[in-house]
């Protein structure tokens, strides 16, 4: 704004000059458009690559076909790690929504003895390097001579999980107003009630969050479920192992298209949340 | 009565499963670290000795793929921080109404899996790629030059796959700050620099750390970009625990890594959360 009135006042001064007085003034905007064009050019080379008319092996650009999203599962395998890690991502996410939604509570709502080593065991999973809890929760497995599958995986991804919940929705209650409990309590509600009535409802969209992070973190995980999951293959292990001999076409369609529906989510999510303001 | 046992029945299930798949494991790890291999037995068969020199072999074996993680995880921090203090700094000051969006930017390349965008990266790069090229007929780089299987590649990659981790915690500190502090650093006659290096630095400081913790942690044990973008030259500390695990079936070296790795993350980690002087991690 300030800067169209300062061009039109000042009319004489040489182009260079002014440009300089420009880049000046914008050079943290010029900088935040050089980091996201840094974010999103491989996010746009997936993309591009997605209509690759490229047959086996997708390296080198041959040509434009929609036949890659016309028929998403054509390579094999694709739609089966791309089932697989729906499936693990949603029970994982149920469970360890559950499971941190309940620790953020007791955490955020109470005092008790214990509270800060409760603290310390929710932030110790995520200070531990991932292939550290991988390697680790296999070496388990394998003492108890279970065979590393479709569950192991399951039960470490809600490991993980749960401490990522535990701080999304603990940061959410305590950014509660408890005014409006106590509101609701001078009314003759009674506990249950508050809670159903006032308390988990302003607590809900920090929870709704933090399943779509675990979901997140679940589906897109690698080191963890490469060590957990034998021979069961999720979508980045069927990526990685791919990736030797030219992971197909239809993996980016499926990336692409996995990109455009959680934008969708989100963009969604801000608008409802928009209409509920007013 | 009821009303003291709440927290512990609310927090029994979730840390009765932490326990088993967390600690358990974990005391597990230690025990494996210690044990040889059985006299006579097949590959993978170990007893419990309690040799304790198997970590020194672990690591005397292993230090320069120690060395390199650590290097190579500080440097991505370092650059996933001046990218991204910048980013976060316009996000919370200078983007108006578009704030929201540009968040949602932020996190959106996540959603591609960072799988797929690690081989891109290896593809840009690659030979095949318009970016080697490029810069070869500009005379940047000589004919013989690659950017993939280099180290280059592989600290680019990690600090590509771990800025949102950075950017996200900068953010949130920044955006707290009151812009109300900075103009009063202004109507005292401190510049532009002074202002930055003594009043938003220090507010911001505790999502420079959240940030460089998160960036730092992960990188330091990754092993995929090594894996996708480096070479045998550029090997870390994570791709040595992987192929102990599943190429030579050597449990107790790969787990007396892990455990010095887990152990060297945690002391520095400490160090330096003394050192910057936070208590509102936890």
Redesign the interface.
Known sequence: MSKKTVDATIPTIPLTARFQRWFGRNL??V??VL??T??????A??FA?SFNDSGKSN??WKGFTLDNWKNPCGAPEVCTALANSIKIGLLATIFSTI??T??A???G??K?KGR?T????????????????G??????F??FKINPGFWPTV??H??FC?SFV?VTVKARIASLDPRLEQAAMDLYANEFQTFRRVTLPLVAPGIAGAALLAF?LS??D??IT??NSGTVTT??KF??TA?ARG?PAQ??VI??G??F???AI??AG?FVNRRKAR | MGK?R???L??L???L??FT??I???V??AQ?STQTPIAGGDTGQYEQTLRFANYLDAFLENREQFGRSFLYALIATVLALM??Y??A???AF??GKYK?F?L?????????????????????L?E?GFVVPTLRTIGIISESTTLTSTAFAVVMGMT?NF?PFMTLPLYASIDRIDPRTLEASGDLYANAFTTFRKVTLPLSMPGVVAGT?LTF??A?????NA??LGSPNTKMI?NV??SR?FKIVD?PT??AL??T??AA??IL?TLYIRKAGTEE??
């Open positions: 943290i905007r900088y935040m980091a996201f840094y974010l999103f050019i491989p996010v080379y997936t690559f390296l080198i499971l941190g309940m620790i509570f007791a955490i709502r109470h008790f800060s409760s603290n310390l065991l929710i932030f110790l999973p995520m200070a531990t390097p991932e292939i550290v809890l390697a680790s929760l296999l070496s388990l394998l003492v039960i470490a809600v490991m749960i535990v997140s589906f897109d690698f080191i490469n060590f979508f980045p990526v990685y990736a992971i993996a980016n990336g692409s996995m990109f529906l959680a934008l989100v963009i801000q | 003291i709440t927290p512990y609310l927090l299930p979730g840390f499963f932490l798949f967390f358990l494991p974990i597990n790890l494996t990218i991204s910048p980013l700094y316009a996000i200078k983007s929201n540009l949602v930017l932020v996190v959106a390349p996540f959603f591609t899996s960072f799988l797929l965008r690690t081989v891109a990266w290896k593809q840009i690659g095949e590509y800025l913790l942690i992960p330091a044990g990754d092993y995929v894996a996708i994570g625990i992987e695990y449990y790969a787990a892990s455990f790795l887990m993350i945690l980690v991690l936890v």
